[in-house]
Nanobody, 129 residues
Framework: AVQLVESGGGSVQAGGSLRLSCTGS????????MVWYRQTPGPGNQCELV?????????YYTDSVKGRFTISRNNAESTVYLQMNNLKPEDTAVYYC?????????????????????WGKGTLVTISS
């Protein structure tokens, strides 16, 4: 079965760092582009594409995290990482990793896909001021 499992979330103060990990199984990780999305808890809050990395290693970052977040991948371990530095309260969200067909896909709500094929269940990141 296709599975993505995130880890590394937690609570830190503003200015701190966290590294999220996402390990995939049941599919060809090497041939897959990977995406980190986030969604702030609460009704109506929509999914945001945070960062992506193609199978060839090309990366994308949304403007609000440029210079602070770094995405990387280790194909030997079927794992994608999101290093998050200088965290801000507005980074508080549930972070999901996914392997969508299109790296530019922006679903309205991440929570609609959490735990489905090619989606992780999410890991909560809480940043206090």
């Amino acid at each position: 079965a296709v599975q993505l499992v995130e880890s590394g979330g937690g609570s830190v103060q503003a200015g701190g760092s966290l590294r999220l990990s996402c390990t995939g199984s049941g599919f060809s990780f090497d041939d897959s582009g990977m995406v980190w999305y986030r969604q702030t808890p609460g009704p109506g809050n929509q999914c945001e594409l945070v960062s992506s990395i193609s199978r060839d290693g090309n990366t994308y970052y949304t403007d609000s995290v440029k210079g602070r977040f770094t995405i990387s991948r280790n194909n030997a371990e079927s794992t994608v990482y999101l290093q998050m530095n200088n965290l801000k309260p507005e980074d508080t969200a549930v972070y999901y990793c996914a392997a969508p067909i299109k790296l530019t896909w922006r679903p309205t709500y991440c929570s609609d896909y959490a735990g489905s094929d090619y989606w992780g269940k999410g890991t909560l990141v809480t940043i206090s001021s």
